[in-house]
């Protein structure tokens, strides 16, 4: 019996990333082939009421604490960029272990076996763990994006201290780039060799 997190964060505008709904496809299809296990969400952001309806160090705290609140066995979340630097060393805080880039899921007899690539995508392995908790980061394109119907959800705060040498980065605000520079120009082009 496996207690299955799904895991993501939510983008400047509250809402979930694509690729965060090509992973919660997976989740949602391994918590049904997984007898008598449970699918929790956390998600992580400044306002994640639109994102729980619709469905760094910082990071890393937040993640760990969402896992370790949570009680999952298994935690299935994005490979964005935020996560790909993140859940690693949340998963070392819980003693977990993880895999990154995973191309395939499915469960086999009550196991899960995940695929992934190594050595330049050269060979493609299955494998399945023991060890809980189990990080798995779905690469995009694998999995069709969710498409459930939307429903109210219940939303609880996780409570993450962090201390002041963990903070190093204070967000003044955001910035969209100039969009009159020459390489933003559909007329630009390479200088020829």
């Known amino acids: 019996m496996e207690k299955v997190l799904f895991l993501a964060h939510t983008q400047d505008d509250g ?4 690729i965060a709904l090509e992973a919660l ?5 391994m ?29 890393c705290a937040a993640t760990a604490a969402l896992i370790g609140q949570s009680g999952a066995t298994m935690v299935v979340a994005p490979a964005t960029s935020r996560f790909s630097r993140s859940l690693p060393g949340a998963t070392q805080r819980l003693g977990g272990r993880i895999e990154t880039h995973v191309s395939g899921l499915e469960v086999v007899d009550g196991v899960i076996r995940v695929q992934r690539w190594y050595y330049r995508q050269r060979m493609v392995a299955t494998q399945t763990r023991v060890q809980r908790p189990w990080v798995l980061v779905i690469d995009g394109g694998v999995f069709a994006p969710w498409a ?19 903070v190093r980065t204070t967000v003044i605000g955001v910035q969209s780039g100039l969009r009159n520079r020459p390489t933003a120009s559909s007329t630009s082009r390479m200088p020829q060799i």
């Open 31 to 59: 918590t049904a082939k997984l007898p008598g296990s449970s699918l929790v969400v956390g998600l992580v952001g400044k306002d994640v009421s639109q994102a729980a309806e619709a469905i760094g160090s910082s990071d």
């Open 15 to 18: 809402t979930l990333p694509g």
């Open 25 to 29: 496809a997976a989740a949602v299809e």
């Open 148 to 166: 459930g119907a939307a429903a109210a959800a219940t939303v609880e705060n996780v409570a993450v201290s962090l201390d002041a040498a963990v």
